[in-house]
């Protein structure tokens, strides 16, 4: 599975790295299924 965080040109860093972090950590305790974090932008 791939995740996508789309970051617009006046975005904060904050406004992308909490999403990007939670994503990661669901990453990395899935099992079953792989997840791809990227960021888009």
Do not use: K, Q, W
């Amino acid at each position: 599975m791939n995740a996508g965080i789309y970051v617009c040109d006046e975005a904060e860093v904050l406004d992308f790295a909490g999403p990007y972090e939670v994503f990661s950590a669901a990453a990395r305790l899935l099992t079953e299924h792989d997840l791809v974090v990227s960021l888009i932008g």
